[in-house]
């Protein structure tokens, strides 16, 4: 696979500076200029997002575009009409085509349109990896672009909430939205967020009646049984709730990268205050680390969550950038194919690099049975595809890292990473970190699971750690004393109770 597309980028940033840098003789107040853009191999159209920003670094707006963070995202062609300048601009067509950066002069009177090819580096539905976000909120004209743009296969549109059902006093027809011929948004996407925690909801064939309750009351645990064939994703695995949506089997997936994680904002009586005074002030990957750091945790308790991505919603604030979960699916590409794909943890989650790696010829998810006692080697097979620079690539096994190396390591070792030893039962995965500036940009695989004699690896400080966690979050529940104080309270009880039956059969420190 390849690792570096610089000579590719300049020569492309170097044709499309030769374009657009166009003059005209023609006096005006402005600068018109049409950009389409197509895919080389197909020539069809590409739908795209640009970042212009002026000599003062200021992002443009384009009028008639939709706008997000300063990018304009478009399909096959955007009109701009500029002031004369200087100019910069970042062209993405989505992680699997390289980067077009650069630098033009607009002149005033200049009026004229070029159509740029993208070279596309690398197909990953071609290997069976397709790309989704678990939480878009929006309109779905916008989001049909996005997706488009961002190069998502699938797409779970947040539409109801509690403070809103868009869905009240209208009929529900086809929950899936296909579009761009290959492409799929779930309409009926839902979210649940009070304190305990934020929940998205996919795969619902009606919306939940989550609007106008009472922050604590009723626990969302109160909707399983209109759950039935849902998927149910917690935002992060910082929510105060956690451990208790753990404990009553509500969970399918935790999202483990995503802006909100960065932005995530802990009170005072959040369970894990103490831990996110530790991150230093003004450390944007504080938070990413934290909720990785839990993620592992959890593993280590014998939990088996897969986990995914999303970029959160349409507004002001959204970020314009690549937070998604590729899942593998055999054979023809469906969305409950996908679905069955997440739920058997056939993924790997970036926001940079595209990251795949098998043992044996398995994906993700997979359990390799061992005898206790006996030395097992497993040989990963890793293929990474980077437009960004590569700062170091890991094995994770067991919460620690078992193994680190550069990428030109990596490059001298034709890609054979070493071999990660078992003798009991545990869990490994395979992450890469670029040095992307400005937020914790990284790929990581789904665990692989070894079961020695059967049994999955279950810790007793990790257990014990949910146990707490329990505990401080119960200390804290902000209801008056009544009945609904004391079935909320027995739920915590219940899950600590969990918890601490785990510790109990823990056959690991």
């Not at 009991?424 to 990581?444: H, I, K, N, P």
Request: with cysteine; proline share 6%.
């Amino acid at each position: 696979m390849p690792h570096s597309h610089l000579f590719a980028r300049l020569l492309a940033c170097l044709l499309l500076a030769a374009t657009l840098a166009v003059t005209s003789p023609v006096m005006a107040a402005s600068a018109n200029y049409e950009l389409r853009v197509v895919d080389a191999k197909t020539q069809l159209p590409c739908a795209a997002k640009i970042r212009i920003t002026d000599s003062r670094g200021k992002a443009k707006r384009i009028k008639g575009a939709l706008m997000i963070n300063g990018s304009a995202y478009f399909t096959g062609s955007l009109k701009m009409e500029l002031r004369p300048g200087q100019y910069q601009f970042r062209l993405d067509a989505g992680p699997e085509y390289p980067f077009l950066e650069g630098n033009f002069i607009l002149n005033s009177g200049d009026s004229d349109s070029r159509t740029i090819e993208l070279k596309q580096f690398i197909d990953m539905t071609q290997e069976g990896w397709y790309p989704g976000n678990l939480a878009m909120a929006g309109e779905t004209a916008d989001l049909e672009t996005i997706m488009m743009a961002d190069d998502l296969v699938f797409g779970n549109h947040i539409t109801w909430d509690n403070q809103l059902n868009r869905w009240a006093g209208k009929p529900i027809g086809s929950p899936v939205i296909t579009f761009g011929g290959d492409r799929y948004l779930w309409q009926l996407g839902g979210e649940d967020n009070r304190a305990g925690g934020k929940l998205w909801f996919a795969r619902l064939a009606q919306p939940l009646p989550v609007q106008r309750l009472s922050d604590e009351y009723p626990a969302a645990t109160f909707f399983q049984p209109d759950l039935k064939n849902a998927h149910v994703t917690a935002r992060s695995p910082l929510e105060p709730d956690l451990p208790l949506w753990i404990s009553e089997d509500l969970l399918d997936s935790v999202c483990i990268l995503s802006p909100e994680i960065e932005a995530y904002q802990f009170g005072p009586k959040h369970p894990l205050a103490e831990q996110a005074q530790k991150i230093r002030k003004g450390d944007v990957t504080g938070n990413s680390r934290l909720a990785l750091e839990m993620y592992f945790k959890l593993l280590e308790t014998g939990i088996r969550l897969p986990p995914v991505a999303a970029n959160g919603t349409v507004s002001e604030e959204q970020t314009s950038r690549l937070d998604r979960v590729y899942a593998h699916v055999d054979g023809v590409f469906t969305p409950d194919a996908w679905w069955q794909a997440i739920d058997a943890g056939q993924t790997f989650v970036t926001n940079g690099p595209l990251l795949r790696a098998s043992v044996d010829g398995k994906l993700p998810g997979h359990v390799f049975p061992i005898r206790i006692g006996e030395k097992n080697e497993f040989q990963i097979a890793l293929s990474l595809a980077t437009r960004q620079t590569i700062i170091y690539l890991e094995v994770i096994k067991n919460g620690e890292k078992d193994v680190e190396i550069s990428l030109e390591e990596y490059k001298d070792r034709q890609g054979i990473l070493p071999p990660v030893e078992f003798t009991d039962s545990g869990w490994f995965l395979v992450r890469v970190v670029t040095q992307e500036s400005g937020y914790y940009q990284y790929a990581t695989t789904a665990p692989f699971y070894v079961e020695a004699n059967g049994q999955p690896r279950i810790s007793k400080s990790a257990s014990e750690f949910f146990r707490d966690w329990v505990f401080r979050r119960a200390m804290n529940i902000d209801l008056p004393d009544g009945d609904q104080r004391n079935e909320i309270i027995d739920l915590q009880r219940s899950a600590r109770d969990f918890w601490q039956k785990r510790a109990k059969q823990a056959n690991a420190p």
